[in-house]
Every structure is written in C-alpha cells, then in structure tokens.
C-alpha cells in the first residue's frame, strides 16, 4: 500500500519543514508493517512536498498515523486535503 501526503510549504518554511518531516519519517518507520518512505520536493513546483511511505497494508498505515499525530500537527496547517492511501493494482520492478 502506498501513502501519499502532499504539502504546499512556503520558501521561507522549507528548511523547518524538512527537518519536521524528517521527525515524522522517523516516527513511521519505527510503527508496524512500515516498508519504506521518502521525503520528495516538486521539480517542477518547489513549495509542492510530499511525504511518501509503504506499508504492508491499509491498517498498518492508518494506526502508524495515529501513533505519529503529535508530530504530523505541526505540518497539517500546510497539508493539501486530499486521499492520501493508495491501494496497489499493478507493481513492475525495474531491470
């Protein structure tokens, strides 16, 4: 299962962003089912973040959010409101 969480992060915030999203990884990956994750800044769009993480599975994902809420706070007033679970359908590895 993948989540996606994307954030709009003014310039002048980017680099305490950074350092909370970091916090918040760290928090994650300490939680049950936790495969991986990645802090990931828009190319194309610099204040568009994205905090992106796979689990084992939906359940997995939503009890580490809430083991991670006090230090997602900080970040959610700079949260884009949208879904942020996504089921696998189709998984290619490269060469």
Request: charged content about 20%; glycine content about 6%.
């Amino acid at each position: 299962m993948l989540a996606v969480i994307r954030y709009t992060v003014p310039e002048a915030q980017s680099q305490d962003f950074a350092k909370q999203a970091e916090v918040v990884l760290d928090t994650l990956a300490a939680q049950p089912g936790y495969l991986r994750g990645r802090l990931a800044r828009s190319v194309d769009e610099p204040n568009l973040w994205a905090v992106v993480t796979e689990w084992e599975g939906a359940g997995f994902y939503r009890r580490a959010l809430s083991a991670a809420r006090m230090e997602m706070y900080p970040l959610m007033i700079l949260m884009v409101n949208e879904p942020s679970a996504f089921e696998d359908v189709l998984v290619q590895d490269g060469a």
